[in-house]
């Protein structure tokens, strides 16, 4: 049985499967007829993925755990392995977990008897964002084979660059990387081009924030959006059919000019909302794997997509 910890873990199948019950879920009600309980366990901060969790969560009519680090037995001593342990004693039926460690699942992995879901690992991966942005590219162009990607900003910190860079390799993109010095990352294997050149040719200017937490050192120059990032002179070089994405939060006037975030180009605000949909989708097929859920529910909510 598989926990949710990568995109590369799905098959290009699998990927567009989801993504298609994710628009399915946008306009149908789903609700699972057991009563099943989900933890979300995040020992990093988090506005969108622990919100819009909880909102996909409730949508599916589960009830929901929260957890507060910081008020929590963890603040004794307690390990990330015993905190889910002690979940999955008390009958939580999924886990959605976020912490800061880049290998976090390895504590878990085969001795938690129970689905895990990835909501954020360290600078490693972030799978459902990915899944929310491949979802939100695939609503704008129709497909993603072929289009020309950009990720620019702090590769080097990034879990969100690494889930996009890979997946959408996989599914066909032409992926750059564009970044101030000391912020790329030899790891990943795609050209680097600068913002200037990226604007010109790219489908998608796909943004990140400074990973300020994950720094050892202060590493931003007061120059930052003029060298860097997408000012509103770049953004009218854009190809007119181009859209702006950005995971949020924002550093506004660092990696974006404020204006342009709710510019016509920006779905920033529509990967939020496809975030909801996408982690029902996804819960609901670790579910379903898991024989957690009752599979001819499963099967009446499936459909909804193939007839859609
Ligand atoms: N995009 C993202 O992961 O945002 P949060 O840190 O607010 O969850």
Redesign the pocket.
């Known amino acids: 049985m598989r926990h949710f910890i990568s995109v590369n873990q799905l098959t290009v199948e699998e990927i567009y499967s989801i993504l298609e019950t994710a628009e399915a879920y946008r306009n149908q009600k789903v609700t699972l007829n057991n009563q099943l309980f989900a933890a979300n366990i995040f020992f990093e901060?988090?506005?969108?993925?622990?919100m819009s969790f909880i909102v996909a969560q409730k949508k599916l009519g589960m009830e929901v755990l929260d957890f507060h680090s910081e008020s929590s037995s963890v603040r004794k001593g307690e390990s990330l392995y015993d905190t889910a342990k002690t979940f999955e004693s008390i009958g939580s039926n999924l886990l959605i977990i976020r912490h800061q460690s880049d290998s976090w699942f390895e504590e878990l992995d085969s001795r938690i008897s129970i689905p895990v879901i990835n909501a954020?690992a360290g600078k490693e991966e972030?799978p459902t964002?990915c899944m929310l942005d491949l979802m939100t590219i695939h609503q704008e162009y129709g497909s993603i084979n072929g289009l020309k990607v950009v990720i620019v900003g702090d590769i080097k910190h990034s879990r969100v660059a690494r889930s996009n860079a890979l997946a959408l390799h996989r599914l066909g993109a032409e992926v750059y990387l564009s970044a101030a010095p000391g912020f790329e990352d030899e790891e990943l294997d795609f050209p680097y081009i600068s913002i200037d050149q990226a604007v010109e040719i790219c489908d998608v200017v796909m943004l990140l924030r400074i990973q300020h937490e994950r720094h050892l050192h202060k590493a931003e120059s007061t120059d930052y959006l003029e060298l860097y990032g997408l000012t509103k002179e770049r953004e009218r070089k854009m190809k007119n059919h181009a859209i702006i994405l950005h995971?949020?939060?924002i550093n506004r006037g660092v990696e974006i000019d404020t204006d342009l975030v709710e510019c016509c180009r920006s779905r920033i605000f529509k990967q939020m909302e496809n975030g909801v949909y996408v982690r029902m989708a996804i819960m609901m097929n670790v579910l379903n794997e898991w024989g957690i859920i009752d599979e001819n529910n499963f099967k009446e909510y499936k459909a909804l997509a193939v007839n859609r």
């Open positions: 901060p988090s506005t969108r993925t622990k954020g972030h964002q995971p949020a939060p």
